[in-house]
């Protein structure tokens, strides 16, 4: 099993179950990423529909082995626009967040997956799921902006 780099011990019992994601300690908050790496993907937005698509161009800072940012606790120093979701913007964010992202089904009023790692007691299952982008993303500085469309993906769902 691997090492889950987020610690979820110590937390109240099945919180996102019953307590308002308003109401989370920062600890629970933090626990409630699935590690799936997805919301480092760039996206194109149609500006008319709000339509959100996600493709496989990673942010440049992704690693797409760990589906974590290599430079988490500087990464604002290269990605300046990196958005950090919280309790306050999530209203807004929400809706470009990916389909699985466990930030989003709360706020959506829906419920987790069985593969995410708060349930499943692993990191692993995001992975086994084909939830994660684990290996199948290209880096942003390989492909230019105006040729992202061509790397259009359908979102993994749960
Ligand atoms: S999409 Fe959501 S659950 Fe997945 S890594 Fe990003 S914040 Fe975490
Ligand atoms: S800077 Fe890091 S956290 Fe922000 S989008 Fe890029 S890889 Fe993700």
Redesign the pocket.
């Known amino acids: 099993m691997t090492d889950d780099p987020i610690d979820r011990h110590g937390l109240r019992d099945r919180f996102w179950e019953r307590v308002p994601l308003k109401n989370l300690t920062a600890r629970e908050w933090e626990a ?9 993907l760039n996206k194109l937005e149609d500006p008319d529909t709000s339509e959100v698509a996600f493709t496989r161009v990673a942010c440049r800072l992704l690693d797409d082995s760990t ?1 974590r940012c290599a430079q988490y606790e500087i990464r604002k120093q290269f990605v300046p626009d990196c958005v950090v ?1 919280t309790p306050k913007n999530i209203g807004e964010i929400a809706y470009w ?2 389909q ?5 089904l709360m706020y959506e009023g829906k419920a987790l997956y069985d593969w995410h790692p708060l349930i499943s007691g692993t990191p692993d299952t995001v992975h086994a799921a084909g939830v ?1 982008v684990q290996g199948w993303t290209v880096p942003e500085f390989e492909i230019p902006e105006e040729d992202w469309e061509d790397y259009i993906i359908e979102e993994p769902t749960g």
Request: with cysteine; proline share 5%.
């Open positions: 409630l990423c699935d590690g799936c790496g997805k919301c480092c589906c979701l967040m990916p699985t992202c466990a930030y989003r994660s």
